[in-house]
Each structure stands twice: as structure tokens, then as C-alpha cells.
T-cell receptor, first 112, second 113 residues
Framework: GEDVEQSLFLSVREGDSSVINCTYT??????LYWYKQEPGAGLQLLTY?????DMKQDQRLTVLLNKKDKHLSLRIADTQTGDSAIYFC????????????FGAGTRLAVHP | IAGITQAPTSQILAAGRRMTLRCTQD?????MYWYRQDLGLGLRLIHY???????GKGEVPDGYSVSRANTDDFPLTLASAVPSQTSVYFC????????????FGPGTRLTVL
């Protein structure tokens, strides 16, 4: 079945790099996503990677996909206090509809 | 351009009452979705609609119904609310099967007592 797992909490010092990890069980997904949710707000798409790619870089964000191990990671360089939020990993499956399966979310806390 | 709006922002509801959560998008997206977010569980899909006039069941559809009379609106109805439906509800939309990004509304926090 489809399952996405993430660690629930990560604490980093301002200026350091953050790495948020995600594992998934079903390798038939078409895209994998990282969404950011700030307190009291909806989800904002940060970045995504097509399932046949290994890496994608977008400014401070680097996404790595290891298809063999079914592991996805998001690295945030030079983490700032404004990066404090919950980060959701999600897989998309195309079929009757664009089905998104979300992980439970990782809460990133950035401290001085 | 507002994107996706949801109403109300929050609501406290007595068990057994009927409630409709509203969702409107102005992006002319074909597909719309309703999710609920519960602590430790991420987001789970309740219902979806690929285009106006069609709807489908997601992972957790029981106790909820939807309609899609036009492209812009996708209301979610709880016919007889129960405490387990206490959650934050998010509406989302995408261009459809060809679109790979879902855009989310700000959410409705619903408490059923």
C-alpha cells in the first residue's frame, strides 16, 4: 500500500543546514513533493521532483531522491528563523485523479 | 487574484448539526479536493472532483458529501456532525489530471462538541 513516513521534529541552529527526511513504500508515484505549512496557514508548495530524477536544486533548497531505498530528503541551506514551519512530504499517483499521499509532517524549529 | 478561499475560518458545532464548509477558487482549475488534517496523521483526502459535475471518494469519505455544480465552488457538507470530525479542513485545486501542483486554501478549523 501507499505510506509516507517522516520524523516528527527537527531542531537546528540559525545559519546551519537542515535536512528533513522522508521514506515511502510505493515506487509507482509520478512526482514527490515538499510542502511547507506555517502556523495557522494552508500548505504552500516548496518544490517537487519528478520520480525519474535524482536531485533538484532551487536556491537554498536541495531535494535528493534515492529510488532504490525509497528515500526523499529536503536540505535547506543557511536555515533562517522564517524557515520554522511544518514540512510535509507527499507522493502523487496519477490515475482516476491526482492522488496525493502525505506524510505526517516534520516540525522544524530554528533557534538562534 | 484570491486563489482559493474557504469559509468559515473556524466554527464550533454541536454534535448532530448539519454544516457546510465553503470553498471557492478563481483560477479556473478543473480539479478540486477536500482534505482533513489531524495531528500526527498529515492530510487525508475526503472527496475530490476532477471537473464540474463529477465527484469521487477519497480515503476518508464517510460522514461527508460534496457537490460540484460549477468550476469555482466545491462545498463540503457534514450531514450530522460527530466529535471525530473535529479537524482542520483544507480545500485544494489543480489544473486537473495534467496539473501536478495542488494549491491549498487557508483552512477551516472545525470543532464538534
Amino acid at each position: 500500500g501507499e505510506d509516507v513516513e517522516q520524523s516528527l521534529f527537527l531542531s537546528v541552529r540559525e545559519g546551519d543546514s537542515s535536512v528533513i527526511n522522508c521514506t515511502y513504500t510505493d515506487s509507482s508515484s509520478t512526482y514527490l513533493y515538499w510542502y511547507k505549512q506555517e502556523p495557522g496557514a494552508g500548505l504552500q508548495l516548496l518544490t517537487y521532483i519528478f520520480s525519474n530524477m535524482d536531485m533538484k536544486q532551487d536556491q537554498r533548497l536541495t531535494v535528493l531522491l534515492n529510488k532504490k531505498d525509497k528515500h526523499l530528503s529536503l536540505r535547506i541551506a543557511d536555515t533562517q528563523t522564517g524557515d520554522s514551519a511544518i514540512y510535509f512530504c507527499a507522493e502523487m499517483f496519477s490515475g482516476g485523479y491526482n492522488k496525493l499521499i502525505f506524510g505526517a509532517g516534520t516540525r522544524l524549529a530554528v533557534h538562534p | 487574484i484570491a486563489g482559493i478561499t474557504q469559509a468559515p475560518t473556524s466554527q464550533i458545532l454541536a454534535a448532530g448539526r448539519r454544516m457546510t464548509l465553503r470553498c471557492t477558487q478563481d483560477m479556473r482549475h478543473n480539479a478540486m479536493y477536500w482534505y482533513r488534517q489531524d495531528l500526527g496523521l498529515g492530510l487525508r483526502l475526503i472527496h475530490y472532483s476532477n471537473t464540474a459535475g463529477t465527484t469521487g471518494k477519497g480515503e476518508v469519505p464517510d460522514g461527508y458529501s460534496v457537490s460540484r455544480a460549477n468550476t469555482d465552488d466545491f462545498p463540503l457538507t457534514l450531514a450530522s456532525a460527530v466529535p471525530s470530525q473535529t479537524s482542520v479542513y483544507f480545500c485544494a485545486s489543480s489544473e486537473g489530471l495534467a496539473g501536478n501542483e495542488q494549491f491549498f486554501g487557508p483552512g477551516t478549523r472545525l470543532t464538534v462538541l
